[in-house]
């Protein structure tokens, strides 16, 4: 074997390995806020539209938007953080046909302790590792998220455009 096709074949070796180590950290990062949600009696949607509920100008339907969800799926949320006492919603000053949602002081509890469990986590983790390896991983993830998301950005392209030659 020459030594370009063996460097190749190592890099692509690599490059899979690199890609399920991503894989692991996904997954590891999705049961552990699934762990941290569950200890505060929430699911994690439910902690996002907490986490969101939170900032002033809270839009059910903006929210929807960004999980790609429905109005309805996301009422529901609501509906059951109210359930909890974790959020009250009323009718709107400016507009009768909008609501308001704020966080009880209970959900404000339920949220700082959700928050001191991520720090605690941070400092067990992250800051275990030194300023270069934190730089070095920001960099490296900030390029390989900027790719993904560029390739993913084109390939829903082509797509559309082949549906609509296709339909």
Avoid at 26 to 52: I, K, Y
């Amino acid at each position: 074997m020459s030594h370009s096709r063996a460097k190749s074949t190592e890099k692509s070796r690599l490059a899979l390995d690199a890609v399920e180590v991503l894989g692991r950290l996904a997954g590891l990062f999705a049961e552990r806020r699934r762990q941290l949600a569950e200890v505060a009696g929430l699911t994690v949607v439910q902690w996002q539209a907490l986490e969101e509920v939170q900032h002033e100008h809270f839009m059910p339907t903006m929210f929807a938007a960004q999980r790609a969800s429905s109005a309805a799926a996301v009422s529901k949320v609501l509906r059951q953080l109210s359930d909890k006492g974790l959020i009250v919603t009323s009718l709107s000053d400016k507009d009768g046909r909008q609501r308001d949602y704020k966080l009880t002081d209970q959900g404000s509890f339920v949220l700082s302790l959700l928050r001191e469990q991520r720090k605690r986590a941070i400092s067990e983790i992250w800051m275990k590792l030194s300023a270069d390896e934190l730089e070095q991983f920001v960099s490296i993830g900030g390029q390989i998220a900027g790719r993904l998301e560029d390739w993913a950005e084109k390939a829903a392209l082509q797509n559309k455009k082949e549906s609509s030659t296709n339909g």
